[in-house]
């Protein structure tokens, strides 16, 4: 059973980058089964995906972030990283990782607990 | 706005039966993408519910279950109780190369 952990400041200053990251446990990043993926929620709204990473580092992200976003992969730690440029208060929300089986158009069956970015000076 | 359009909420009583809709396009499901389902508990991760439009992890309770025909899917309650009082959301794949979600239902336990 994998288990995914996401790690990273809690508060990101306006115009600051966001990065988190996502330790993988159960299982290994490498494994061609999974694709990895980012998933954000706002307080109290919906659920958006950011983008996603397969264990060779080939990535797809949402379009509406893609310019922003860099998500990348280190298979010697088996962790997963995202990075969010330019923040503003719009960004505040908390960040999901989880794993993707059956790649793009997946679905997400293993999360992390989420972890809480407040964008604030 | 989501791409994907599911009712802000539902709501039944215990024991009954409850349907939350999850309605597309010709880019996304019906496009032929699979639609999957999770159900977000309050203060905790989502969980998936259904895979691949009709499909049940090990360990969700057959009181769950999905369809899908056309541009829209929908998940099925039976039974209902009160731990299922939580949010729901569909997911699915867009020719726009990317993940979409609904905008979530919240199921009400009467």
């Known amino acids: 059973q994998l288990q995914l952990q996401e790690s990273g400041p809690g508060l990101v200053k306006p115009s600051e980058a966001l990065s988190l990251t996502c330790t993988v446990s159960?299982?290994?990043?490498?494994?061609?089964?999974?694709?990895w993926g980012w998933i954000r929620q706002p307080p109290g709204k919906g659920l958006e995906w950011i983008g996603s990473i397969y264990y060779s580092g080939s990535t797809y992200y949402n379009p509406s972030l893609k310019s922003r976003v860099t998500i990348f992969v280190d298979t010697s730690t088996n962790q997963f990283s995202l990075k969010l440029s330019s923040v503003s208060a719009a960004d505040t929300a908390v960040y999901y990782c989880?794993?993707?089986?059956?790649?793009?158009?997946?679905?997400?069956?293993?999360w992390g607990q989420g972890t809480l970015v407040t964008v604030s000076s | 706005q989501s791409v994907l359009t599911q009712p802000p909420s539902v709501s039944g009583a215990p024991g009954q039966r409850v349907t939350i809709s999850c309605t597309g396009s010709?880019?996304?499901?019906?496009?032929?993408?699979?639609v999957h389902w999770y159900q977000q508990l309050p203060g905790t991760a989502p969980k998936l519910l259904i895979y691949?439009?009709?499909n049940r992890p090990s360990g969700v309770p057959d009181r769950f279950s999905g369809s899908k025909s056309g541009t829209s899917a929908s998940l099925a309650i039976t039974g209902l109780q009160a731990e299922d009082e939580a949010d729901y959301y569909c997911q699915s794949y867009d020719s726009s190369q990317r993940e979409v979600f609904g905008g979530g239902t919240k199921l009400t336990v009467l």
């Open positions: 691949g439009n009709r």
């Open positions: 159960g299982g290994s990043i490498s494994s061609t089964t999974y694709y």
């Open positions: 989880a794993s993707q089986s059956s790649g793009w158009a997946g679905w997400f069956d293993s």
């Open positions: 010709s880019s996304n499901i019906g496009a032929g993408y699979d």
